[in-house]
């Protein structure tokens, strides 16, 4: 893992991880069954980042998506994620209604996405990621750039970088 001053600044104060789902816990696909309902995987790594997260530096976590599937409210349940907002088309003001009900500063959240819709939080909150196969402008915007894919290891990554670097 990378060893820098700024970005262990940066991780120092989170109390709170947001995600987006599509792209970032999922590998952006879906399935189908042959009934027509939709399915996806998720990374059992990535679920012990959540939990990792919570025991070893008391940091929590949150789901922000514009997805409305039942498969994430069930995941997010089983992992024990505190902030679940789902068929979010405005991110940044749902943010804003988590930073006030928690009683939280920009830089005490960090957030990785991986899209276009992610980015007005990627630039707001104190410490960003995304996945390795984000897009381009996501890259451009985000404090750090997961070696893994979405759905195959970015958030774990992201949750061990924290748990690192988070005194």
């Known amino acids: 893992m990378v060893d820098n001053a700024p970005l262990r600044g940066r991780i120092a104060p989170i109390k709170l991880l947001l995600t987006d789902v ?4 999922t590998d952006n ?6 009934q027509g309902e939709a399915a996806k995987r998720f990374s059992i790594r990535d679920g012990m980042g959540v939990d990792r997260l919570r025991k070893l530096r008391s940091v929590e976590t949150g789901i922000i998506t514009g997805e409305t599937s039942v498969s994430v409210t069930h995941r997010a349940a089983k992992l024990g994620i505190v902030e679940l907002h789902i068929g979010i088309s405005d991110k940044y003001n749902t943010l804003l209604q988590i930073l006030e009900r928690r009683n939280l500063t920009w830089d005490e959240v960090a957030y990785i996405g991986d899209d276009f819709n992610d980015i007005e939080v990627l630039r ?3 410490f960003s990621a995304c996945p390795a196969d984000a897009m381009p402008p996501v890259i451009n915007v985000s404090h750090y750039w997961c070696r893994h894919n979405g759905g195959q290891g970015a958030f774990r990554e992201l949750a061990e970088l924290i748990i690192e670097y988070k005194p």
């Open 22 to 25: 599509d792209g970032v816990l």
């Open 29 to 34: 696909g879906v399935y189908y069954t042959d």
């Open 124 to 126: 707001a909150v104190g």
